[in-house]
């Protein structure tokens, strides 16, 4: 019993760690880029490229980690944290900045990349009661949006304050690139220290299995395909881009948006924690749909605000019920499928939401770089999303779960 409390609480803090450094990155990642004289259409373009590395490494990572070891794939993430970190930091050669985004983990958007996330809900789901689930995964939501927002702020203070010092705004860049390689060898020590209790039991040798998966192969393919068409929408409004497009609409400087993605991330937190009462009344497809469709159409809104104060506070207001979508998703996906599945079918979800999320920030980039089409991926990103929720409420209605 003490190893799984510790296991949660080590689960809990790798999470924070991670979305700090996530948050603090977003907000100055599209400005450092500039400032090595990269293009706009070319940020949106390597930002294309890193997400579809970081699919390409969730992929073999949590399809293997079942059978290889959820520890052992939780150290490598976070070596090759370290590593796109301490590149980016170190060189604005666009063609070594590319391998790195694609080869490393490294996070535009301020939302999970890379293999985390789907080991550790797999090994949350294992060291809790099933009747818990949803509630667990909304407080590891909460942390995480929590230490996001915090990160959000700290990054753009940091980056503020170095240039009020008189540094340059490449090297104060540079200085969060360089905390976010140290949050990925703090992630590694949280790592080591995780005890056998988080990792996978061992299948049955005869079940035959395609990317890990077995009995659930199906309901895991149709939930990808959604949860991908999701994440595309969801990459032509990534966090690096929004705030860009808050820098050169309104002038916005590095404090101001880190304070605007503090008080966004905050508000998200706080709508994943609501999610589980809802889920436990409503049903998890329910409350996925219901909530996630107004908060689309506030998203469609924000760039058609007449100022500065206006677009923060559609966005503030998006952000209040955005994310409640979230740990009703994670528990879902888990409830549906069997325990030596878990991480599989996490991972699986992921990468086509990795793969979707992939393929839009370029077509944003070439939007934002377009006269007359700046409004363009907020509109598409919220019609689009629309979308999907009422394909997933036709697909999964009838195959509600309570949370």
């Not at 005890?195 to 040798?205: K, Q, R």
């Not at 808050?246 to 304070?259: K, N, P, R, V, Y």
């Not at 998703?329 to 992921?350: L, N």
Request: aromatic residues 8%; charged residues 10%; contains cysteine.
């Amino acid at each position: 019993m003490a190893n799984i409390r510790n296991d949660v609480i080590l689960l809990f803090a790798a999470r924070t760690v991670r979305l700090f450094a996530y948050g603090g990155l977003s907000v100055i990642l599209a400005l450092y880029l500039e400032e090595t004289g990269m293009s706009r259409e070319t940020i949106g373009l390597l930002f294309t490229l890193t997400l579809a590395g970081d699919a390409g490494i969730t992929l073999w990572i949590t399809t293997t980690a079942d059978r290889a070891g959820r520890r052992r794939m939780l150290l490598l993430g976070s070596m090759l944290m370290v590593a796109a970190g301490a590149v980016f930091a170190f060189t604005g050669d666009p063609a070594l900045l590319i391998a790195a985004a694609i080869v490393g983990v490294i996070s535009p958007s301020g939302n999970e990349v890379g293999p985390f996330l789907s080991i550790e809900q797999a090994s949350l789901s294992q060291l809790v009661p099933s009747e818990a689930r949803t509630r667990v995964f909304a407080w590891y939501n909460l942390a995480g949006s929590l230490a996001g927002a915090v990160g959000a702020l700290a990054g753009g203070m940091l980056a503020h304050g170095l240039q009020h010092a008189g540094f340059t705004a490449l090297h104060s860049y540079r200085a969060v690139l360089l905390g976010y390689a140290g949050s990925g060898l703090l992630l590694m020590l949280l790592f080591t220290r995780l005890s056998t209790d988080t990792e996978a039991g061992v299948a049955a040798p005869s079940e035959r299995r395609v990317l890990g998966l077995h009995r659930s192969k199906s309901v895991v393919l149709k939930l990808s395909a959604l949860f991908g068409l999701d994440a595309f929408a969801g990459g032509l409004v990534i966090q690096s881009m929004v705030a860009y497009w808050f820098h050169i609409t309104f002038g916005a400087d590095e404090q101001m948006l880190g304070a605007i993605f503090f008080g966004a991330n905050i508000l998200a937190g706080a709508s994943a924690l609501l999610a589980a009462k809802f889920a436990a009344r409503f049903g998890l497809i329910n409350t996925m749909v219901f909530s996630h469709i107004p908060s689309n159409i506030l998203l469609c809104l924000v760039p058609f605000m007449p100022g500065l104060g206006w677009a923060i506070f559609v966005l503030m207001l998006r952000f209040s019920i955005s994310q409640m979508d979230v740990p009703t998703r994670q528990s879902y996906t888990m409830a549906v499928v069997a325990p030596d599945e878990r991480a599989a079918a996490s991972g699986v979800t992921t990468i086509a939401r990795s793969v979707g999320a992939s393929l839009s920030p370029a077509l944003g980039g070439i939007l934002l770089a377009t006269p007359g089409l700046m409004a363009a991926p907020f509109v598409a990103a919220g019609g689009i999303k629309i979308l999907y929720d009422l394909l997933l409420y036709r697909s999964f209605r009838h195959a509600d779960r309570t949370g």
